[in-house]
């Protein structure tokens, strides 16, 4: 069946620094990729997203490259900002499936 | 615009109760979803609905009842309220696209807490 795992959290990280969150699927076709980001007392929110091989999705300096080859769609930011600390969801849509598979979310908190 | 709207936000009610969540969205998608979500965020998917159409069941207590009176709506009934229902509840409705289900849009949720 497809499944998604994202690394364990929480991730704290200094303000501007580098960031990686890593997210690899199990899926029986080929699937669309997500990342989605929850920010306090909010729903989850679409931050980018991948529909085939090679495609990188970007979006407020969020960047993540399918690769098929790796089954990944690992989430980086070259500076993160105390406003990105949210949790962040990786999931797949596959072909003929009527829902998204969502990883268990990984919480991130940006210090000053 | 709200695009996927819930109500209420909050509902704080005891052991044994009934209530009901509502969701409505605006955006012309043809399936709408409930999911849940613990205190260790992790999101479980309880329904889906397609053009009314109840199309996902995930091992739900038969407690909980999805209502969708027309495509742009799904409420959700929960009978009998325990304490394990204390969660937060996200309603989401997505436009299927060359047959998958594509992004979804996330209502702001409802936190439940019974007592």
């Known amino acids: 069946g497809n499944s998604v795992t994202q690394m364990e959290g929480p991730v704290t990280l200094s303000e501007e620094a580098f960031l990686t969150i890593n997210c690899t699927y199990t899926a029986t076709g080929y699937p669309s990729l997500f990342w989605y980001v929850q920010y306090p007392g909010e729903g989850l929110q679409l931050l980018l997203k991948a529909t085939k091989a090679d495609d990188k999705g970007s979006n407020k300096g969020f960047e993540a490259t399918y690769r098929k080859e790796t089954t990944s769609f690992h989430l980086e930011k070259g500076s993160v900002q105390v406003s990105d600390s949210a949790v962040y969801f990786c999931a797949l849509s596959d072909q003929g499936a009527q829902k998204l598979v969502f990883g268990q979310g990984t919480r991130l908190t940006i210090n000053p | 615009d709200t695009a996927v709207s819930q109500t209420p936000k909050y509902l704080v009610t005891q052991m044994g109760n009934d209530k009901s969540i509502k969701c409505e969205q605006n955006l012309g998608h043809d399936t709408m979803y409930w999911y849940k979500q613990d205190s260790k965020k992790f999101l479980k998917i309880m329904f889906s609905y397609n053009n009314k159409e109840l199309i996902i069941n995930e091992t739900v207590p038969n407690r909980f009842s999805p209502k969708s009176p027309d495509k742009a709506h799904l409420n959700l009934h929960i009978n009998s309220l325990e304490l394990g229902d204390s969660a937060v509840y996200f309603c989401?409705?997505?436009?299927?696209?060359?047959?998958?289900?594509?992004?979804?849009?996330f209502g702001p949720g409802t936190r439940l807490t019974v007592l």
């Open positions: 989401a409705s997505s436009q299927e696209v060359g047959g998958r289900a594509s992004e979804q849009f």
